[in-house]
């Protein structure tokens, strides 16, 4: 049986890695300022998070959500103490697709409304409601094409309220920078306004943190730069530095009804032994502070280029935008530099490194870029 092939693959073979670095098969190291796309919080193969794994897994490794989980209460209760949000309910499942569905439908059940209005170049994710978020029309199939969904342009208050007004919007998405779209960071009024616009009407303002969040950008989430208060947080990637993990936060407003979201592999034991230590690891090792010192680091230290149109972002979810494409420049960083950098688009370097990026690491990537320009 053949894989079926929908990845266009670099041609490497990971085999090992540790805290920023990858080594193949032919034992090569690599830098890696990608960070399996934003997934490696607290470093590769960490000690404490592979203890942390090996430990749960010799205890119980699964069973089902009907029974008492302690991990998930401890899980909640220190999430919420991370983030700021001790309020909020925590729902637990295993992806940042998953995540924005379930965002979806209890905005959705909450309000007995049907549309959502999401953004022009935004991405929230593959699955049936997450795809059809998303604007991009070649992911997205006859079949999931019949959602209500409005989008409008990034900072256009103006534009939102205007099918807001239609009176049948359940929630508003957004992702806290856009990520997929080519680090887009929302304006801070515009993010302002549109609290108070779903305030207003009545509708759940849903913020996907699932690329933007857990630390990369130098806050707990991206959105609490804006100083807004979102009634669905939802989250992926990050938060169990690689072992599959999801989950939204709820405000106090919504009521749990049993039965009204559920998962089978949500919340098991692993994803919580790992959650758990990446918050532990987090926390001990201050790494959403080094994600906003080291990235302000890199985005300063980026070299003038007539090659370079803008460098954006915060913290460590920054976007190269070229004056061409980038894909050269990218199999060059990774062939001949041995880095590994991610992308949007055709004309942008992405960079999600791992949060414990040190300044070293930081300058070698800088050293290389400039020999590359
Ligand atoms: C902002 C955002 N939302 C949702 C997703 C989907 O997450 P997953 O691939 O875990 O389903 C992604 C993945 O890249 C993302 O960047």
């Known amino acids: 049986m053949n894989l079926f092939d929908v ?42 998070y592979v203890a942390a794994l090996k430990d749960q897994l010799d205890k119980i490794g699964f069973y089902s959500n009907s029974v008492v989980n302690p991990l998930q209460q401890e899980l909640a209760k220190r999430l919420g ?27 959705s059940f909450h309000t007995g409304k049907d549309r959502i209005i999401a953004f022009r170049k935004s ?28 989008f409008c342009d990034l900072n256009d208050a103006a534009g939102v309220e205007e099918i807001l007004k239609g009176g049948d919007v ?10 997929c779209g080519g680090i887009n960071v929302p304006d801070n009024g515009f993010m302002q306004e549109l609290s ?21 950008t130098g806050r707990f989430f991206a959105h609490q730069w804006n100083g807004i208060r979102p009634d669905i947080i939802t989250m992926g990637k990050g938060i169990a530095n690689g072992f599959p993990c999801g989950g939204i936060l709820i405000s106090p407003e919504f009521k749990a009804v049993k039965g009204m979201l559920g998962t089978t592999f949500g919340g098991n034991y692993l ?42 972002g915060r913290g460590l979810m920054l ?29 942008m370097v992405r960079l999600l490194a791992p949060l414990c990026l040190s300044i070293e690491e930081a300058d070698r990537f800088i050293e290389a870029l400039k020999e590359l320009l």
């Open 7 to 48: 990845y266009s693959l670099f041609d490497v073979t990971p085999v090992k890695a540790l805290g920023c670095k990858v080594w193949d098969s032919n034992g090569q190291e690599y830098l890696d300022l990608y960070g399996g796309h934003a997934v490696i919080s607290v470093g590769h193969s960490h000690p404490d």
């Open 81 to 107: 103490e991370a983030s700021g949000y001790g309020d909020y309910s925590l729902f637990l499942d295993n992806s940042g697709a998953e995540s924005n569905e379930n965002a979806a439908k209890l905005a």
């Open 123 to 150: 991405f929230h994710g593959r699955t049936s409601g997450a795809v059809a978020l998303t604007d991009n029309p070649a992911i997205v199939s006859p079949f999931n094409s019949h959602h209500k969904v409005s």
């Open 170 to 179: 359940a929630g508003v998405i957004i992702e806290g920078i856009q990520g």
């Open 196 to 216: 108070a616009l779903c305030k207003r009407y009545g509708a759940c303002l849903i913020l996907d943190e699932v690329q933007s969040g857990y630390g990369r």
């Open 271 to 312: 994803a919580m032994a790992a959650a758990l230590s990446v918050l532990d690891i987090m926390e001990r090792e201050h790494l959403t502070e080094n994600a906003l010192k080291v990235g302000e680091h890199l985005k300063n230290s980026i070299p003038q280029s007539p090659r370079i149109k803008e460098v954006r």
């Open 319 to 347: 976007g190269i935008e070229m004056n061409e494409e980038v894909a050269p420049l990218r199999k060059a960083l990774l062939f001949d530099k041995h880095i590994f950098t991610g992308v949007s688009g055709k004309n």
